[in-house]
């Protein structure tokens, strides 16, 4: 289970938080659906959720780098992707081998998103707030 913490992990701009705080919802989702031995179909689904969200949540980032001149796009931006990637392989390897997700890869993505917020999406939050965008 991934633990949300708003003072260690809010970034102060309330739709990214709202975000944060969904993509951590769907994390746990997987993770208690693991615990509950779900089949397969439903494990897809929610990896597809997921993967629909976290586009879903970049384009929100990206938008407001983009429409506010956030210097350090560019690198935020290949992160996002990077992930995106490794989201879209987990999903191709479940949906062709049917191997279930593992709760090291639901480890890894919690560990991630955490990592993300804290070393890359608080930076972003920053430099928003001194543009006035809360």
């Not at 990896?47 to 796009?73: A, K, N, S």
């Not at 290949?78 to 999903?91: F, I, P, S, T």
């Not at 993505?109 to 965008?133: P, R, S, Y």
């Amino acid at each position: 289970m991934v633990t949300w913490d708003s003072e260690t992990h809010g970034v102060g701009i309330a739709e990214i938080d709202l975000q944060h705080r969904r993509l951590v919802e769907i994390i746990n989702q997987i993770d208690a659906a693991l615990d509950a031995g779900a089949d397969a179909a439903t494990l897809r689904e929610l990896l597809d959720v997921l993967i629909q969200f976290t586009e879903f949540h970049f384009f929100t980032e990206e938008h407001y780098m983009r429409r506010h001149g956030f210097p350090g796009e560019e690198t935020h931006r290949e992160g996002h992707h990077h992930l995106v990637d490794q989201l879209l392989a987990l999903r191709a390897e479940f949906t062709n081998t049917g191997k279930n997700a593992t709760r090291s890869t639901i480890g890894f993505l919690g560990d991630w998103l955490l990592d993300h917020i804290v070393n890359t999406d608080k930076e972003l939050g920053a430099f928003l707030q001194v543009q006035g965008v809360r």
